[in-house]
């Protein structure tokens, strides 16, 4: 963490994107890129959550799919997207804030949250997949069950309904948006909240021993990582598709697999793990289409190898190694 | 050497199923008192310092500490009222520094140059100033024992209870936690269990000795340690078992 | 009069097939705690070797009670061998390689089997409770979810090898001290319990028919029961069934499965804050 040079390096590398990227390249593109970071967001609040604060929440996704349907809803009804951002926010985050009371106050033990969590993303899911008919509305809009909501509107300059932004400017604003949680949370670890909360993550008992209320800064920080998922719902929303897809068990499984393979414990670990395994299964979507036999290998086949690979053989992650090699060069040949 | 009563205990018992941990336990401690708490294994000590932190609340009794009753209140309030507890298994944080563990444990009550200067004093008292960058983790067991000790000391507390802070260290190690006990003692309250007779010989003014559940006897080290009722609890000569 | 005996008998229907899911991970994830997520996968598997099997023309009990099970466990034993093994310590880790190998496996069998659904009907047709009819084959169930249950029970508590195991789990030091394999008790305990699972995959088969990502449907359900069920592999598991098999039932009957399905997890949410160790942490302490 004291990596001021790693960090550097990842702002700068976000900031040129954010600048340049638009530019250079097609519609497509940017569109992909948007729904890439909208889940690097994501996979930065279980990033935040897990590794460090020691929360083992397998239902992050239920953040991240009440973010971008609060503001699916809050923009249909308002029909402007200026009110409907702090709304998503604030949703999962009041959620996280209730679901973290009842999970620390009540000392549950770490299996037994990792299963709680998991249930309740999966009751989302199966609550917004049985809303088809067109009963089940919030306002004007309507849920619209398996299929997901129809026609959510993108963002809007700020109270200026008329003004839709660009594809360009909203991957602008995404990515924004990311980088502005990154480094939200390089301050917040480094500050004295961060302090306790790795400790909290190391030793609670001898936390509480000194003096600290452990459950409320776990609790803080659970709110935290929901309003951060929270935003990624807000750029899935406004790049792909809203709908009980983003409580399922498959996207909850990737989103843990992204920062297992980027590297647990680490800030920039998830992003990288989210965008390096997103690229993996786009490129075999289209080596399926270069040989044929291939277009048959499913890709729950190769993310499964993928992570048992891992956890087996790399249990760091990608990005603990990329520093750790990267340090060993910096000393030099010989030490 | 002697002041104010700094902790009263009356008559506190706990039970666990049909067994009394502790029975009708009368315990008073002085301010800057160092007290040495012994007994044959099931005696019910580590159930009392558990009550002192407030870990378990007892079944009955009162337990006064400056003046507040704090039998049954959360670990939390207890340890912000000035109680420190140091483990018979080291409970430190082994992914942090030795640093970065002092910091945590000061910044509470400290924050700035305070912190910092603080910090420094501890790791110099306890003479572990060159290990203040390792992670914990990588450190040996007595090692250990001295950045919780110093973790403890970081919280200024008016009480600090020391459960087998000698297990597993070294003679030079050991002499150094003597030393330092009667430093602390200067400025605090010291409830200390131990196994190690000549250790308690060596730094008590008074010894309690705790045996099934309630107080056996109490006095200067040297005439407890000869008392023929002690010889007796720990050879296992009196009634039913330890 | 029916109606309650109807109500009543798919009450005991839907109790039994929780028991059928959970028992195999009673062993696994109660006694050996290993979090197998995995878990529906085995029962997936159990399915398809069940209807496979059928397909190339045996007999169905046949399939669903000998083949299943023996595929499964082989591969259950296989997986402890190359996997399992090297993770018991490592509670995250074995809970994050499973999750690999659960998507490993579905990949596995949707590239050798395709996606599509695949089902064979329920044998024994259907019998009549007064004005109502149900498929005999639920009953039926229930009748074999009772021999699992007796299976286990005494394979666990009355034979010297269940003795062995459950002394294994709970200090195996000190078993190992007193000269039994740690290593092969797990490795048996694994394989037992994915036989167990790739039975009862067979057995419910013919309810709901197979398809690669059915495994997710018995998961939750299955490791709820379990840590709903506590420590105990036999009388917590059927304890945590009867009780959250029964408000499954009562709430898909009165309001709709949805509901029903909503209501046994938030049910188990509620019983887990109220008993955190589960029903036989509770209850029963003593018991198998």
Known sequence: MRDWLGHGIVVAVGIALLVLLPAQAQLYTIINATIWTAMATLALSLGLVWGYGGILCLGQTAFFGLGGYAYAVAAINLGNSTWAVPLAIATPAVFAAALGYFLFYGRLGDVYLGIVTLTVSLILFKLTNSTSGPEYTIGSARLGGANGMPKTPFLNAPFDPAVLLSPDTIFRVVLGALLLCYLFCLWLLHSRFGHVTLAIRENQQRVELLGYDARRHKLLLFVIGGAIAGVAGIGFANSAFISPALFSLATTAQVIIWVIVGGLGTLFGPILGAVVVQALMSWLGTLAQVHPALSRLDPNLVLGAALILFVLLLPRGLWPAVTSLAGRLRRGPGR | ?242 | ?288
Request: glycine fraction near 12%; charge should be neutral; include cysteine.
């Open chain 3, 1 to 288: 009069m029916d109606l309650t005996a109807a109500v009543f008998l798919q009450a005991a229907s839907a109790v039994a097939a929780l028991v059928l899911m959970s028992a195999g991970l009673a062993l696994i994830f109660g006694m050996m705690r290993v979090i197998n997520l995995a878990h529906g996968e085995f029962l997936m598997l159990g399915g398809y070797a069940t209807i496979l099997a059928y397909g190339q023309g045996l007999n169905l009990w046949l399939a669903a009670l000998v083949v299943a099970p023996l595929v499964v466990g082989a591969i259950g034993c296989i997986v402890e061998r190359l996997l399992i093994r090297h993770l018991y310590d490592r509670r995250t880790d074995t809970l994050l390689a499973t999750w690999g190998l659960s998507l490993f496996l579905i990949g596995l069998v949707t590239t050798l089997f395709g996606n599509t659904t695949r089902g064979v009907s329920a044998p024994l047709g259907a019998i009549a409770i007064g004005n109502y009819s149900m498929a005999a084959y639920e009953l039926a169930l229930i009748g074999f979810a009772v021999a699992v249950v007796a299976l286990l029970y005494l394979g666990l508590g009355r034979t010297r090898a269940g003795l062995v195991a459950r002394a294994t789990m709970q200090n195996p030091d000190m078993a190992e001290a007193l000269g039994t394999d740690r290593s092969r008790v797990y490795a048996v305990t694994f394989t037992v319990g994915a036989a167990l699972s790739g039975l009862a995959g067979g057995l419910l088969a013919p309810l709901s028919g197979v398809v690669p990502t059915i495994g997710a449907a018995y998961m939750a359900k299955a490791f709820i029961t379990v840590i709903a069920g506590g420590a105990a592999a036999v009388g917590g598991t059927v304890a945590a069934s009867g009780l959250l098999g029964s408000i499954n039932s009562a709430a898909s009957f009165f309001v709709n499965p949805v509901i029903g399905e909503v209501a046994l997890l938030l049910s188990a949410i509620v019983l887990l804050r109220l008993l955190p160790e589960g029903i036989s942490g509770h209850f029963f302490r003593t018991g198998v």
């Open chain 2, 1 to 242: 050497m002697s002041g104010d009563a700094v902790l009263v205990v009356k008559d506190l018992s706990k039970h666990f199923g049909g067994v009394a941990a502790l029975d009708g336990l009368a315990f008073t401690l002085r301010a800057n008192e160092l007290r040495c708490l012994i007994g044959p294994n099931g005696a019910g000590k580590s159930t009392f310092f558990k009550c002192l932190t407030g870990q378990l609340t007892p079944d009955a009794g009162s337990i006064r500490f400056a003046g507040r009753e704090i039998a049954g209140s959360g670990t939390i309030a207890i340890a912000r009222a000035g109680v420190g507890l140091k483990m018979q298994v080291p409970s430190v944080f082994d992914g942090l520094t030795v640093r970065d563990s002092l910091c945590v444990a000061g910044q509470r009550r400290l924050r700035g140059r305070a912190l910092d200067g603080a910090i420094a004093e501890a790791l110099a008292r306890l003479d572990i100033g060159d290990l203040a960058q390792r992670l914990v983790g990588t450190l040996a067991h007595g090692q250990r024992q001295l950045v919780e000790l110093a973790m403890v000391l970081m919280q200024e507390p008016a009480l600090v209870l020391l459960d087998e802070p000698t297990a597993g260290m070294d003679e030079t190690e050991i002499e150094r936690v003597a030393a330092l006990l009667h430093e602390l003692a200067q400025a605090h309250a010291l409830v200390v269990v131990e196994h190690d007779m000549r250790f308690v010989a060596n730094i008590a003014g008074v010894v309690t000795v705790m045996h099934h559940g309630r107080l056996l006897a109490e006095g200067p080290a040297d005439s407890v340690l000869a008392d023929a009722r002690v010889r007796d609890a720990y050879l296992g000569n009196s009634h039913a078992d330890g």
